[in-house]
């Protein structure tokens, strides 16, 4: 069978490296290498060292200069590392250079929110996206793989390959690894169709009632499990940790009025996300991209804060819902003192204080809310012919129907239906009656 390596089970201590080729990237880069420290120790691997590096100019070879990565390798194994995590993408190429020099495991931010995804992953969805996202991942560094399993003497037969792999006339090792790996990619795209589908049905029955629906979106560790534990006396998952939800979770919430409406949880965002991680993730998103409105959680005690907003509004551009309405809720407003709070005004002036740790400003977010749902339908007054009752049928499915009657071949009808259906209607919006003036 082809495996995917579980390096970072077998390493313990990590040596960081960040590297800039543009000046005016240093701050931002100091920042990311300071949030790579967290993403590995979130692995349980412990930090003996970091780096950050700036060059002039990107190599093929090592993508920094040779005797600067000499230079690293050097200090990373001084400091006992067993492990050099890049924060830069590495090719498969410059990631072979580095572990045969350094002797040394090496990986990138991309491998470790991979491994960080894998820890995480409970439903079966989340799991096959995270299989799915790691074979693609692997799949290009195969050779290093095998040079791993050559080295230990592993050989044929062991991790890549196996039973069934049987190699064709003139076919290498590596080609019957590549064709196996493929296939076993192509069986877990089919089950993660499958596991869609499941969840596309769900969708429906749920769209049968017509709720509004709202999705909860942010960076990792901002705080949204805990929101929506807070709104809907629900029991998600919250966690200190970075990517503590990976699943969606989609539960029914009353706001104080009595009316209720349907609120998902989504799996945070974070700087720098592999792009194709972000697109294993999309069906899961995909309740962000379908909700009527997103409430966008800001943890509101992080210097990073807008930084953090920013990178969730370019993901979710990327998956099609950049233009969604949005409530922003600046959370954990009981760690910002005063004069963070202003600074915190001035950057999202549209933004809304509050703490689910204390409750504070849970009401303004409500009215928020509450707003939304309000220009989420519309109220027509329509005069309908017999032969158009498919849209009394659907003005009955979709909205509510207040007042029915029928009169001389023509339904008159009020009712309020949700604004997307309101151009199916504007042909039959009934004439004002004239007014008895005369
Ligand atoms: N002080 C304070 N801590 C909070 C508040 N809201 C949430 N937290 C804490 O922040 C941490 C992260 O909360 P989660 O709800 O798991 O965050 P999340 O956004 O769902 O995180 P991921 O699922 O990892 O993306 C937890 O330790 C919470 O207890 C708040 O208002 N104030
Ligand atoms: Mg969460």
């Known amino acids: 069978m082809f495996d995917i390596r579980e390096k970072p089970q077998n390493v313990d201590r990590a040596f960081l490296v960040g590297a800039y080729f543009d000046r005016r990237k240093a701050q931002e880069s100091a920042d990311l290498l300071e949030e790579l420290k967290e993403l590995v120790e979130t692995l349980g691997i412990e930090v003996v060292g970091s780096e950050l590096v700036f ?5 093929a070879r090592h993508l920094i200069g040779k005797g600067k990565a000499q230079e690293l390798m050097e ?4 400091a006992g590392a067993e492990c050099i995590v890049f924060d830069n993408e590495f090719s498969p190429g410059q990631q072979r250079a580095w572990e045969s020099e350094s002797k040394l495991c090496v990986i990138d931010r991309h491998e470790v929110i991979l491994d960080i995804f894998n820890m995480r ?13 790691r074979m693609e991942y692997s799949i290009p560094r195969l050779t290093r793989m095998w040079a ?8 044929a037969g062991g991790g890549v390959g196996g039973a069934g792999a049987a190699r064709g006339e003139g076919e290498t090792q590596l080609e019957v690894d ?11 795209k089919a089950e993660l169709e499958e596991v869609k589908k499941q969840r596309d049905t769900m969708r429906k029955e749920r769209s049968r009632v017509p709720l509004p629906h709202a999705a909860i979106v942010g960076y990792t560790n901002a705080g949204k499990s805990s929101l929506l534990n807070k709104l809907t006396d629900a029991d998600s998952y919250v966690e200190n940790k970075l990517f503590a939800t990976l699943d969606t979770t989609t539960r029914r919430m009353e706001l104080p009025d009595g009316q209720a409406m349907l609120v998902t949880d989504t799996v ?14 999309r069906a899961t998103l995909e309740e962000a991209v379908l909700a009527d409105f997103l409430i966008h959680v800001v943890d509101a005690s992080s210097p990073h804060a807008f930084s953090f907003y920013q990178t969730t509004t370019e993901v979710l551009a990327e998956l ?7 409530v922003l809720a600046l959370n954990k407003v009981d760690l910002a003192d005063d004069s963070r ?3 915190l005004r001035r950057q999202f002036p549209e933004g809304i204080f509050i703490s689910v740790k204390t409750g504070q400003g849970l009401d303004d977010l409500f009215h928020r809310i509450h707003d939304m749902l309000i220009d989420r339908v519309v109220r027509l007054d329509l005069s309908i012919p017999l032969d158009r009752m498919d849209l009394v049928a659907l003005a009955h499915q979709e909205g509510k129907v207040l007042t029915e009657s029928y009169d001389r071949g023509v339904a008159d009808i009020q009712c309020v239906v949700p604004k997307r259906f309101e151009s199916r209607f504007t042909e039959f919006v009934a004439k004002k009656k004239k007014s008895a003036k005369k």
């Not at 060059?55 to 190599?59: G, P, V, Y």
Request: aromatic share 4%.
């Open 121 to 133: 992953a409970k439903t079966r969805e989340a799991r096959l996206q995270v299989e799915l996202a």
């Open 75 to 78: 200090a990373a194994r001084n």
């Open 148 to 155: 791993h399993l050559d080295r230990q003497g592993g050989g």
């Open 178 to 188: 590549r064709r196996m790996a493929y296939k076993k990619l192509d069986r877990v």
């Open 268 to 281: 945070g965002f974070v700087r720098n996300l592999p792009h194709d991680l972000v697109q294993s993730f």
């Open 320 to 326: 099609g819902a950049g233009d969604k309405r949005v």
């Open 341 to 343: 709070q202003m600074e």
């Open 55 to 59: 060059a002039r100019e990107m190599t």
